[in-house]
């Protein structure tokens, strides 16, 4: 990581897109034109108008890939190019005679821009690797005395999402329908949701693909990732309470996630590695690791009724998952089960120790018993219609920050039909 944050566009010390980070998105403007840009401060670099100015000629790239709905076909290129495009960016934002600075600018206002959907996700797997989020869970629905499943800390459980239904930042989603059994009834009913919950997660985007067959190992699994985003996996708890059993989740799960706009890049986030929580039962070989493999990630999520003030109503950190990446990847691939670039892993929901760092409201509410007090003075056990949640991320450390922007959805009442 670069030592000094000198640029020369002005830059908010509270930024997420300090001159470290140097993350990519796709974003439009009075163009429509979609096409890739990376964010510093309160701007976008518009990719295909600063490869106008040679910055790239030696990467031996073609402007094409610049302009572009999604970042796949950036990403495809490998870390090798993209990286060299990222320390490019930083370097010419630290020169003072940067040829960016010539007219026609390539620098376009945040707030004059729309963000989209970053990548072009063809899977999606969601992982379920938050100790204090799946004991919470186990407590209340299973045995409070043996709240984890036997298999949980032998495997990185997980289960195939729906890919279709990821949207960015930004997207309003409506209540869902569904199957629902009511309290003291043997049949249920179709009806909206009640228990409408967010899901506080992180994605990382797959940035090389793998053959049929071929299986990852934790030393080599993080070379297949090009970066992470926030990421709300919506869920209906009362569907999901009755669908789940006996495959998992179903539409509970798969009527919207969101995500954020901006790829924070594996090699920003390099500075902030961590050690993890202690793995106290013994894996089997293929899962053993070594080194530092968590990251110091801090999140929060925010609820906003509408028309009013915002309440953080919890706090946590990506640090405290159970199971790193490197071990999902390579149990995800044990089978030979072949990756593409722009597939979505998640996280699971994170959550620590304390009640203030649970990740869902099912956990905050401890499923609708302990009422949530809002700045307002409204409360909540889940989301009301016309609520908006908000998650944010961020990084620091020796006064380097960068982040992740945030991942915003209001939630609008359900669909008549």
Not at 372 to 389: E, P, Q, S
Request: net charge neutral; aromatic share 12%.
């Amino acid at each position: 990581m670069i030592s000094h944050n000198t640029s020369w566009i002005p830059i908010p010390e509270d930024s997420d897109f300090s001159i470290y980070n140097i993350p990519f998105g796709i974003f439009s403007d009075s163009d429509t034109t979609k096409r890739v840009g990376v964010a510093i401060g309160e701007f976008i670099i518009d990719l295909s108008v600063a490869y106008e100015y040679g910055i790239f000629d030696d990467l031996n790239i073609d402007k094409s890939v610049f302009k572009r709905d999604y970042l796949n076909d950036f990403i495809s290129l490998g870390k090798r190019v993209t990286s060299k495009v990222r320390i490019i960016i930083q370097k010419e934002l630290m020169n003072a005679n940067s040829v960016l600075k010539n007219y026609p600018t390539p620098l376009i206002s945040q707030e004059n821009a729309i963000m989209h959907l970053p990548v072009y996700i063809r899977d999606y797997t969601d992982f379920y690797s938050s100790i204090e989020h799946a004991t919470n869970v186990g407590k209340m629905f299973r045995d409070p005395a043996n709240a984890l499943l036997p298999n949980w800390k032998h495997i990185p459980v997980g289960y195939h999402g729906r890919a279709s239904s990821i949207i960015v930042s930004g997207v309003d989603i409506h209540r869902p329908k569904g199957q629902v059994l009511p309290p003291g009834k043997s049949t249920p009913i179709y009806t909206a949701s009640s228990r409408i919950d967010f899901e506080l997660e992180m994605g990382y985007i797959i940035g090389k693909e793998t053959e049929l067959g071929k299986k990852l190992n934790t030393k080599n699994a993080e070379n297949y990732i090009f970066g992470k985003v926030l990421f709300n996996d919506w869920s209906a708890r009362d569907i999901q309470k009755w669908e789940y059993i006996p495959l998992g989740p179903f539409l509970a799960k798969n009527f919207a996630s969101s995500i954020s706009p901006w790829v924070v890049t594996m090699e920003a986030l390099e500075y902030f590695r961590v050690e993890g929580p202690e793995q106290d039962v013994p894996v089997l070989p293929y899962l053993e690791f070594e080194g530092a493999r968590n990251y110091d990630i801090k999140l929060e999520v925010a609820l906003q009724p509408k028309a009013e003030e915002e309440t953080i109503i919890s706090k946590s950190n990506f640090k405290y998952m159970y199971w790193n990446m490197a071990q999902q990847l390579a149990h995800h691939t044990m089978n030979g089960c072949n990756l593409n670039v722009g597939d979505m892993m998640g996280s699971g929901t994170i959550s620590g120790k304390s009640p203030d760092s649970y990740g869902s409201m099912l956990e905050l509410s401890w499923a609708g018993e302990k009422p949530i007090k809002l700045k307002g003075g409204d409360i909540r056990t889940f989301i009301n219609d016309n609520d908006t949640v908000i998650m944010r991320g961020y990084c620091i450390k020796d006064n380097k920050r960068i982040g992740f922007g945030e991942v915003s959805t209001k939630l609008l009442p359900a669909k008549s039909r």
